[in-house]
């Protein structure tokens, strides 16, 4: 009797014990009767190790790729979709049957569809704490959508704004903020970004990336205020979706 080889898939970051992926596609296996399929964390500590996972782990159809390895990974595919060629991240790879590395952004995909569960019209212009990969994938969307945006940076070039530049009057003007940190994420549960929390208001929608924990000290800090608050989860699980849809087309 023939053995039946396993379908593997996966998760490529650092330190990613925290992260939902693993059980997701755990649960989406069983649910859906899905078989012979596995989904599995890869942790490196540099991107140099990534092509020791691909050596070990012959049988890889697909990868998800998060912090802080989404733009760096790049030099490791083959191809890119077209919108990997304009924001320059990458949170997907395909593995061809040929062993073709390609890379997708499904960051995207989930982004919007999350954001637009309680986006109203007052939110006319977003801020978007960090400049990463992550980031790439928000900016993206925003300029899809419309909405003005700035970028907040520990370190802004010339396009960007410092979080000490975050005033009442700068809130007043953003009611949308974007956490595209990983600050607050488990097991540093203590941290979240540099704003002025005080002068947010229930006019404000704050949306962290982060899922875990579910409510980050960010997004507990705006709900004192009033504001609108969204975690990452639902993010998380309709990219995971897309990811599913291009590995598997």
Do not use: C
């Amino acid at each position: 009797m023939k053995k039946t080889s396993i379908s593997k898939y996966g998760l490529v970051g650092k330190q990613i014990d925290y992260s939902f992926s693993k059980q997701y596609f755990a649960t989406k296996f069983i649910k859906e009767g899905i078989e012979a399929s596995q989904y599995d964390n890869y942790p490196i500590t540099a991107i140099e190790d990534f092509p020791l996972i691909l050596k070990n782990n012959p049988n890889i159809k697909g990868l998800n790729v998060t912090i802080p390895y989404k733009e760096t990974i790049l030099e490791y595919l083959d191809e890119v979709s077209p919108t990997v060629q304009k924001i320059g991240a990458v949170n997907t790879i395909k593995i061809t049957k040929n062993k073709k590395l390609i890379g997708y952004n499904t960051d995207i995909y989930g982004f919007e569809l999350a954001l637009k569960l309680k986006l109203k019209k007052i939110h006319q212009k977003a801020l978007i704490l960090g400049s990463g990969g992550a980031a790439k994938a928000v900016k993206f969307v925003f300029e899809k959508l419309e909405i003005p945006f700035l970028v907040v940076s520990r370190n802004p070039t010339k396009e960007q704004l410092h979080y000490s530049k975050i005033d009442e009057a700068l809130l007043l003007s953003y009611q949308l903020i974007v956490n595209t940190t990983p600050l607050g994420t488990f097991p540093n549960v203590d941290f979240a970004p540099a704003i002025p929390y005080q002068y947010l208001t229930k006019q404000h929608y704050l949306f962290d990336l982060v899922y875990n924990p579910s409510k980050t000290l960010f997004l507990v800090q705006g709900e004192k205020q009033g504001a609108s608050i969204q975690n990452g989860l639902k993010m998380l699980e309709f990219q995971a979706e897309k990811a599913w849809e291009i590995w598997n087309k």
